[in-house]
């Protein structure tokens, strides 16, 4: 008998440690991550025509629409059918829930919690490596030389968005728009909240979710 398949969402505000808790689920339960944010960067590098399109939105500092980020992560899935999946960065409105629910509906979704302080601290320590989209901490997860990047040794820069003036209002864009998201999943039975101000602490509350609900389906983890 074929092994069922775990298809989970992550969500969160920008600096709630959503790549850390997936890198974490992805290497425990074989999982794959899925960044709506990596398949973008990919897509803009390789001069797709979705990236382009994308660029486009950028270059003009506006938000990429629903319609492009739905297209770009509904390839992505499609080539996928036969995954298990940990989706992040999608879906973040509720047209991209509908335009999930075509090809699959998530068995979980989790929703971290953070403070709006922590974020603040988190989002003003952060630096970003501009071509391959890694991201440093200050605090925990510092360049091994200050200021470059661990890999290719070019300048890591701080997104305006990452500066503190900037971060109450994205924060307020993210709960606007992520309400309904969450309602619909809550809804479903499927929503877990998790709430800190520690990754660290998060973690063990996950993993024991994430070994249940694999258990729940028949699927061993190690």
């Not at 808790?21 to 290497?27: K, S």
């Not at 490596?129 to 997860?141: A, D, I, K, M, T």
Request: glycine share 6%.
């Amino acid at each position: 008998m074929a092994s069922k398949l775990l298809r989970a969402v992550i969500l969160g505000p920008p600096g709630s440690g959503k790549g850390t808790v997936c890198q974490r689920i992805a290497a425990s339960f074989g999982l794959q991550h899925l960044s709506s944010g990596h398949f973008l960067r990919e897509n803009i590098r390789t001069d797709t025509e979705l990236g382009i399109l994308a660029k486009q939105y950028i270059q003009q500092g506006l938000l990429i629409p629903d319609h492009v980020i739905t297209r770009l992560m509904m390839t992505e899935l499609e080539s996928r059918r036969v995954q298990p999946w940990l989706l992040d960065g999608f879906p973040r409105t509720l047209t991209q829930a509908e335009a999930l629910d075509t090809i699959c509906q998530p068995d979980l979704v989790i929703s971290l919690n953070i403070p709006f302080e922590t974020l603040k601290d988190r989002l003003s320590r952060r630096w970003i490596h501009p071509s391959s989209g890694r991201v440093y901490n200050l605090e925990f997860n510092p360049p091994q030389v200050q200021g470059v990047d661990d890999i290719t040794g070019e300048p890591l820069i701080q997104r305006e968005d990452d500066k503190p003036e900037a971060v109450a209002a994205k924060l307020r864009q993210y709960k606007e728009v992520a309400k309904p998201v969450i309602e619909l999943y809550k809804t479903r039975g499927i929503l877990h909240s998790f709430s800190g101000t520690e990754t660290n602490k998060i973690w063990p509350y996950v993993y024991s979710l994430f070994s249940n609900k694999m258990a729940s389906i028949g699927v061993k983890t190690a």
